[in-house]
């Protein structure tokens, strides 16, 4: 598997250790940081239907909010794992097809 889609990196909050340290600031940390992401995301929901990376801007706003939230690494490992494995069915799928040409290539010239 690819190194950026490892699942043996720890979950969990990326947040400075003095920012840890304190409950009321790493709350507060955590609300800046939802704040950000959903600014981020609802931007790329704006951007679906008008001109603009729309998915790229929403991936990205989920990358804000997995610096924090678990759920959101959950979630970015699961796409990433998605995206991996459909860019390898891809790759199968263009494999099979060029080996099919040259199979009727082969083919046409042996008659």
């Not at 981020?40 to 929403?58: A, D, R, S, T």
């Not at 459909?86 to 099979?96: F, I, P, S």
Request: hydrophobic letters at 45%.
């Amino acid at each position: 598997m690819p190194r950026e889609i490892r699942e043996d990196k720890p979950l969990g909050s990326r947040a400075p250790r003095f920012v840890q340290a304190s409950r009321p600031l790493h709350m507060s940390w955590r609300v800046v940081i939802f704040i950000v992401g959903l600014a981020i995301v609802v931007g790329g929901i704006i951007m679906l239907p008008l001109p603009g990376p729309g998915w790229l801007v929403i991936f990205g706003g989920m990358a804000v909010w997995a610096t924090e939230f678990v759920w959101a690494q959950h979630v970015l490992r699961w796409t990433k794992r998605k995206y991996h494995e459909g860019t390898q069915w891809l790759k199968e799928r263009r494999t099979a097809r060029k080996e099919r040409k040259l199979a009727r290539r082969a083919e046409r010239r042996s008659r």
